[in-house]
């Protein structure tokens, strides 16, 4: 039995009983002995937003209680700018719900995601995954809500061109095998991505595909189910990392890139948000967007420009943020429009039983479709810190919840056309723009920091290192200075060709 069939027979949550949520050391310890796991990894992210990972050996069951109960020294100088080296020791300590069968290590093996504490015991004030939590407990507190979110993670296959069944070029949207090469990679990179615990909603190919120095470029996603903004982040985590593993196995490249090349679909990674009552989506009131959403998009549009900080990080990604294509430019947000920065997807809502129509042996039934309506945030890449993109997000929401203009705010902004026709440009030149390099970014969040730091969710010497990072790339002429020289693009992608 090959390595993907063996990890394809159960989750870890079959072979304990229980709801991930439920695990507790002693479900670990047990799991641990009686399916003979002489190995233990413990994973985190980074200032990189990339999982690290720290490796243990189990000679003992005191010593397996041991890194269990108390986690392990790291030096987070090293994985943060923003930590000085005369005091860099932190703990990481796993959290039991996290654990899954590592897919990649040829011994039997249980990775757990870890947080971050300080030399006091007390939480990383400026840990991603920290600063995500404080996020959504704010946003909670402020509104009675549960903030929601799920991604759409873009990327490109890359292989050698065998030259059977070209793609058409820029036309891969959904493609079947076998003008799409990829399918079968991308379903297996699901199945270990749902193994670790994601709820994936869907993966297809996507509009992007080309073939460039005897390579196809072949563009795919992979879309998540909406679930807390702590989860949403972990399992985009984990996903990134399970397709670049699985790739280097079967010897393709992988990038997340926001950018490949001139004339030649980007990637994007598209953020969905829902706010959730009583375990109800409240996104929608008697069929149409509701108040709660306006008021979450108004929130958007306020702080918009310095999200591109959390969310588009490299100076690549600003190749991406141009006018005239899909990816969005303006702050805007309208119904079904992909040229807006939030766009309300289409949601079920003409009150019609299509599965009925579409079968009609079947009952109209009463299957409640309200709980899919979600609004796409539709500027980040996969260059993004995910965890610090999801807490601007969720400080964003919570801000237009805390205006008392959010409505007019978010009338104001509404588009309901494209607004880069001729006929609507007067509509374009009213509208604010996204900043279009790092540096712009970074001006972006410095003016609007404050919005961060209230109720203390986003430490000001985080906020310092990101504002710096942004700025040593001194970019903020570079579109204007490169334009469309294919030659210099294609030196920035490989550059930053592995970000995020």
Same mark, same amino acid.
């Given at each position: 039995?090959?390595?993907?069939?063996?990890?394809?027979?159960?989750?870890?949550?079959?072979? &304990?009983?229980?709801?991930?949520?439920?695990?507790?050391?002693?479900?670990?310890?047990?799991?641990?002995?009686?399916?003979?796991?002489?190995?233990?990894? /413990? #994973? $985190?992210?980074?200032?990189?937003?990339?999982?690290?990972?720290?490796? /243990?050996?189990?000679?003992?069951?005191?010593?397996?209680?041991?890194?269990?109960?108390?986690?392990?020294?790291?030096?987070?100088?090293? @994985?943060?700018?923003?930590?000085?080296?005369?005091?860099?020791?932190?703990?990481?300590?796993?959290?039991?719900?996290?654990?899954? !069968?590592?897919?990649?290590?040829?011994?039997?093996? *249980?990775?757990?995601?870890?947080?971050?504490?300080?030399?006091?015991?007390?939480?990383?004030?400026?840990?991603?995954?920290?600063? *995500?939590?404080?996020?959504?407990?704010?946003?909670?507190?402020?509104?009675?809500?549960?903030?929601?979110?799920?991604?759409?993670?873009?990327?490109?296959?890359?292989?050698?061109?065998?030259?059977?069944?070209?793609?058409?070029?820029?036309?891969? $949207?959904?493609?079947?095998?076998?003008?799409?090469?990829?399918?079968?990679?991308?379903?297996?990179?699901?199945?270990?991505?749902?193994?670790?615990?994601?709820?994936?909603?869907?993966?297809?190919?996507?509009?992007?595909?080309?073939?460039?120095?005897?390579?196809?470029?072949?563009?795919?996603?992979?879309?998540?189910?909406?679930?807390?903004? =702590?989860?949403?982040?972990?399992?985009?985590?984990?996903?990134?990392?399970? &397709?670049?593993?699985?790739?280097?196995?079967?010897?393709?490249?992988?990038?997340?890139?926001?950018? &490949?090349?001139?004339?030649?679909?980007?990637? %994007? !990674?598209?953020?969905?948000?829902?706010?959730?009552?009583?375990?109800?989506?409240?996104?929608?009131?008697?069929?149409? @967007?509701?108040?709660?959403?306006?008021?979450?998009?108004?929130?958007?549009?306020?702080?918009?420009?310095?999200?591109?900080?959390?969310?588009?990080?490299?100076?690549?990604?600003?190749?991406?943020?141009?006018?005239? #294509?899909?990816?969005?430019?303006?702050?805007?947000?309208?119904?079904?429009?992909?040229?807006?920065?939030?766009?309300?997807?289409?949601?079920?809502?003409?009150?019609?039983? @299509?599965?009925?129509?579409?079968?009609?042996?079947? #009952?109209?039934?009463?299957?409640?479709?309200?709980?899919?309506?979600?609004?796409?945030?539709? +500027?980040?890449?996969?260059?993004?810190?995910?965890?610090?993109?999801?807490? %601007? @997000?969720?400080?964003?929401?919570?801000?237009?919840?805390? !205006? =008392?203009?959010?409505?007019?705010?978010?009338?104001?902004?509404?588009?309901?056309?494209?607004?880069?026709?001729?006929?609507?440009?007067?509509?374009?030149?009213?509208? +604010?723009?996204?900043?279009?390099?790092?540096?712009?970014?970074?001006?972006?969040?410095?003016?609007?920091?404050?919005?961060?730091?209230?109720?203390?969710? /986003?430490?000001?010497?985080?906020?310092?290192?990101?504002?710096?990072?942004?700025?040593?790339?001194?970019?903020?002429?570079?579109?204007?200075?490169? %334009?469309?020289?294919?030659?210099?693009?294609?030196?920035?992608?490989?550059?930053?060709?592995?970000? %995020?």
């Amino acid at each position: 039995m090959d390595m993907s069939t063996a990890y394809s027979i159960r989750s870890l949550a079959e072979e &304990i009983g229980k709801c991930p949520n439920e695990f507790t050391k002693a479900d670990i310890i047990n799991y641990v002995k009686q399916n003979g796991i002489r190995h233990i990894n /413990f #994973q $985190y992210p980074a200032g990189d937003g990339r999982l690290k990972t720290l490796n /243990f050996v189990i000679h003992s069951g005191d010593y397996l209680d041991e890194i269990l109960s108390c986690g392990e020294r790291v030096d987070g100088s090293s @994985l943060f700018p923003f930590i000085e080296a005369s005091s860099s020791d932190l703990y990481v300590i796993p959290r039991f719900r996290t654990a899954y !069968m590592d897919p990649f290590c040829e011994l039997p093996t *249980l990775n757990l995601l870890c947080s971050y504490y300080d030399k006091d015991g007390n939480p990383l004030e400026s840990a991603p995954e920290y600063t *995500l939590h404080k996020a959504c407990k704010a946003f909670k507190e402020a509104t009675g809500y549960e903030f929601q979110a799920m991604g759409e993670l873009e990327y490109y296959v890359i292989a050698p061109d065998e030259g059977q069944f070209p793609a058409v070029d820029q036309k891969g $949207y959904h493609e079947s095998a076998p003008y799409a090469k990829f399918g079968e990679f991308r379903q297996l990179c699901m199945n270990y991505i749902a193994k670790a615990g994601g709820k994936i909603k869907y993966g297809h190919s996507e509009v992007g595909n080309f073939t460039l120095d005897g390579k196809i470029y072949e563009q795919n996603e992979i879309e998540f189910l909406p679930v807390n903004a =702590e989860d949403a982040a972990e399992q985009l985590l984990l996903a990134k990392w399970i &397709i670049r593993n699985l790739a280097f196995q079967y010897g393709y490249d992988i990038t997340f890139a926001p950018k &490949i090349t001139v004339g030649k679909a980007g990637s %994007g !990674m598209h953020i969905h948000f829902r706010v959730m009552g009583d375990g109800k989506n409240l996104m929608l009131k008697d069929g149409v @967007l509701s108040d709660v959403a306006k008021k979450a998009i108004a929130g958007m549009m306020t702080l918009a420009p310095s999200i591109t900080a959390f969310g588009n990080t490299n100076p690549t990604s600003y190749f991406r943020l141009v006018p005239h #294509q899909e990816a969005p430019t303006n702050v805007c947000w309208g119904d079904r429009n992909r040229s807006v920065l939030v766009r309300v997807p289409l949601g079920w809502t003409s009150k019609k039983d @299509l599965c009925s129509q579409a079968n009609p042996l079947e #009952q109209a039934g009463g299957f409640d479709t309200t709980q899919k309506q979600t609004v796409e945030m539709r +500027s980040p890449d996969g260059s993004a810190n995910v965890h610090l993109l999801l807490a %601007g @997000l969720a400080v964003a929401a919570r801000t237009g919840f805390e !205006m =008392e203009n959010a409505l007019d705010v978010a009338a104001k902004t509404y588009v309901n056309v494209n607004i880069h026709k001729d006929e609507n440009r007067a509509l374009l030149d009213s509208l +604010s723009t996204l900043p279009d390099s790092c540096a712009a970014s970074a001006d972006c969040l410095e003016a609007q920091r404050a919005y961060y730091e209230k109720a203390g969710i /986003f430490s000001p010497a985080m906020l310092d290192g990101l504002i710096a990072g942004l700025r040593k790339f001194e970019d903020r002429t570079l579109r204007a200075d490169i %334009g469309n020289d294919q030659e210099k693009i294609l030196g920035l992608v490989e550059q930053y060709f592995h970000c %995020g």
